[in-house]
């Protein structure tokens, strides 16, 4: 199983040092004047995540359980103070891993061995010399350089082959960091990891292996229904915590793709859990363009599920008789644009995604309905008019005309008859529209909202003012009054994209108090 590398990354902690039990006591000892249920806390959250850095623990010792600041030379005094504990009772054989280090004596020359930790350099390299273990790796580094850096430098200064590159560790953090790197990853005593990676290590005398690669052969792929939305919701909550997707999917609205059965929603599962889907989405303007997403659990990465979904979902939309595909990538996930890239598809245009944390108490500058143009002139009058916003959840002949009339004065585009109230089948979106006169309203703009339930997030788009009525402060005025009503609902995020070379919008979104989080890179591929 291991000859297909020549490189072997090892974790230190619970690989090749039994050193989990004595680090905890060691924090308790550390933290012993401070409260003991928080103390405890600490040491669970060390034993749950061996991969990460004690600066990181003591950080969120502080940060998360005592909510208290701390600056980085009290974090830097705290760690030396456990480091000098550890220094005395961790150069001890006894503790070694006799499975793991009989293997790494045996053929340190048959590969590349490194040592990859998140524990403390210096007190890394210590140990390692007095327990004679320095001879068989080529490098022994740690923290407080995070390990998928440390692992991404030894691939980067080697030249190392990625494809003949493993790292072996008894964490999920491990795990994450050959993920990061694209490299294969080997779970070794922590039983947890039996279904992460690329196989799993039961013991290295003699070599057992369980292998999971060969497991892809058992995931199961079919067409959703209505008996899988527990099972969609669940995996939309772990890629939100893990990728921060911002994935959200109103009951309503599942139940009413599956009935309608236009559209193409595949899932995948394994072992019976559902750990990947593949959606696309045929476009209402133009039934022969889809959008398509992919998403796969952490945990199954890198076994092939992704190619699956995909030629499965391409198949289906050819008999669709889709022509055009449209996917989405993000900067900060730059394996799914190296798939989408892959796959043949080319990049069309970027946007900046950019949010704004909602106050409690609203965003609006406090002049409710009301609105003063900062500058030019209206019609004789129409400063003293009324300004209001108009909330839509459901389609009309007068909102559809107001709808295209904001799109193709605005955006130069056309819309089908009709187009509104398809979209507002989803329950989670909303239409403001924002008018001036009180007889005969007048519009001015709009905006469509889509609230994200479960991030309590709302995310903005088709944002658009009349081009007769812009340079006025109303677009500004427009936002600020829907992010008041939004905050004032609970919603603590607002997001929304903006093509990259809008200036003038981003300016705007950024006066109004959005940054920019990320870039996104929208894709194409023709499909022949």
């Given at each position: 199983?291991?000859?297909?590398?020549d490189?072997?990354?090892?974790?230190?902690?619970?690989?090749?040092?039994?050193?989990?039990?004595?680090?905890?006591n060691?924090?308790r000892?550390?933290?012993e004047?401070?409260p003991?249920?928080k103390?405890?806390?600490?040491?669970?959250?060390?034993h749950?995540?061996?991969?990460?850095?004690r600066?990181?623990k003591?950080?969120y010792?502080?940060?998360?359980?005592?909510?208290?600041e701390?600056?980085?030379?009290e974090?830097?005094e705290?760690?030396e103070?456990?480091?000098?504990?550890?220094?005395v009772?961790?150069?001890n054989?006894e503790?070694?891993i006799?499975?793991s280090?009989n293997?790494?004596?045996?053929?340190h020359q048959n590969?590349h061995?490194h040592?990859?930790?998140?524990?403390?350099e210096?007190?890394?390299q210590?140990?390692?010399?007095?327990?004679?273990l320095g001879?068989?790796f080529?490098?022994?580094?740690?923290?407080?350089?995070?390990?998928?850096?440390?692992?991404e430098?030894i691939?980067?200064?080697?030249?190392?082959?990625q494809?003949a590159?493993?790292?072996i560790?008894?964490?999920k953090?491990?795990?994450?960091a050959?993920?990061e790197n694209e490299?294969?990853?080997?779970?070794y005593?922590?039983e947890?990891?039996?279904?992460?990676?690329?196989f799993?290590?039961?013991s290295?005398k003699?070599?057992?292996?369980?292998?999971?690669?060969e497991a892809?052969?058992?995931?199961?792929?079919r067409g959703i229904?209505?008996?899988?939305?527990?099972?969609?919701?669940?995996?939309i909550e772990?890629?939100?915590?893990?990728?921060?997707?911002?994935?959200?999917v109103?009951t309503?609205w599942?139940r009413?793709?599956?009935?309608?059965?236009?559209h193409?929603?595949i899932?995948?599962?394994y072992?019976g859990?559902?750990?990947g889907v593949?959606?696309?989405m045929?476009?209402?303007?133009d039934?022969?363009?889809?959008?398509?997403?992919?998403a796969v659990h952490p945990?199954?990465?890198?076994?092939?599920?992704?190619t699956?979904l995909?030629?499965e979902?391409?198949k289906r939309a050819?008999?669709k008789?889709?022509?055009k595909?449209?996917?989405?990538?993000?900067?900060?996930i730059?394996?799914?644009?190296?798939?989408?890239?892959?796959?043949?598809?080319?990049?069309?245009?970027?946007?900046?995604?950019?949010?704004k944390?909602l106050?409690k108490r609203?965003d609006?500058?406090?002049?409710?309905y009301?609105?003063n143009?900062?500058?030019?002139?209206?019609?004789s009058g129409?400063?003293?008019?009324q300004?209001?916003?108009?909330?839509?959840?459901?389609?009309?002949?007068?909102n559809?005309?107001k709808?295209?009339?904001l799109l193709?004065?605005c955006?130069?585009?056309?819309i089908?008859q009709?187009?509104l109230g398809?979209?507002?089948?989803?329950?989670?979106?909303?239409?403001?529209?924002?008018e001036?006169?009180d007889?005969?309203?007048?519009?001015v703009g709009?905006?469509v909202?889509?609230?994200?339930e479960?991030?309590?997030?709302?995310y903005?788009?088709?944002?658009?003012?009349?081009p007769?009525?812009?340079?006025k402060?109303m677009g500004?005025?427009?936002?600020e009054?829907v992010l008041r009503k939004?905050s004032e609902?609970?919603y603590?995020?607002a997001?929304?994209?903006?093509a990259?070379?809008?200036?003038?919008?981003?300016?705007?979104?950024?006066k109004?108090?959005?940054?920019?989080?990320d870039?996104?890179?929208v894709?194409?591929?023709?499909?022949?």
């Open positions: 199983m291991l000859e297909k590398f490189t072997i990354i090892f974790d230190f902690d619970g690989v090749i040092l039994n050193s989990m039990d004595i680090k905890g060691g924090l000892k550390v933290f004047s401070y003991r249920d103390v405890e806390k600490l040491v669970e959250f060390h749950e995540n061996g991969g990460v850095s600066y990181a003591i950080r010792f502080f940060e998360e359980l005592l909510g208290e701390i600056s980085e030379d974090v830097v705290y760690a103070k456990f480091s000098k504990q550890m220094r009772e961790l150069d054989e503790y070694l006799e499975d280090v293997f790494i004596k045996q053929n590969y061995l040592i990859a930790s998140g524990a403390d210096n007190e890394l210590y140990i390692c010399r007095r327990l004679d001879k068989y080529k490098t022994i580094e740690g923290s407080p350089t995070p390990k998928e850096v440390l692992v430098g691939l980067t200064s080697y030249g190392y082959d494809n590159t493993l790292l560790g008894d964490s953090n491990d795990y994450e050959a993920r490299i294969s990853f080997a779970g005593n922590n947890v990891l039996k279904t992460y990676g690329d799993y290590i039961e290295f003699p070599l057992k292996i369980q292998k999971i690669t892809a052969t058992e995931f199961t792929l229904a209505l008996e899988d939305e527990q099972d969609f919701q669940a995996l772990v890629l939100n915590d893990g990728d921060d997707l911002g994935y959200s109103e309503q599942y009413k793709v599956i009935e309608e059965d236009k193409i929603i899932v995948a599962r072992l859990e559902l750990v593949f959606t696309g045929i476009n209402t303007q039934e022969r363009a889809m959008n398509l997403n992919i945990k199954v990465r890198r076994r092939g599920l992704g699956k995909y030629k979902g391409i050819r008999e008789n889709i022509e595909l449209e996917a989405y990538g993000k900067n900060r730059p394996g799914g644009m190296k798939f989408l890239e892959k796959q043949g598809f080319s990049i069309g245009f970027y946007s900046w995604e950019m949010k944390e106050n609203g609006s500058p406090g002049k409710a009301k609105v143009p900062s500058k030019g002139d209206l019609k129409e400063e003293k008019l300004w209001r916003l108009q909330e839509v959840a459901k389609s009309s002949e007068e559809e005309e709808y295209g009339t193709k004065e955006f130069d585009d056309g089908s009709g187009a398809e979209m507002l089948k989803d329950p989670s979106i909303r239409v403001w529209y924002m001036i006169g007889i005969r309203p007048k519009l709009g905006l909202v889509q609230f994200k479960n991030t309590k997030t709302a903005l788009f088709d944002i658009a003012v009349r007769k009525y812009r340079g402060g500004l005025w427009m936002i009054e939004l609902r609970g603590k995020t997001s929304l994209l903006v990259g070379e809008n200036e003038k919008a981003l300016a705007l979104y950024k109004a108090g959005f940054t920019v989080q870039e996104e890179i894709f194409y591929k023709a499909l022949g």
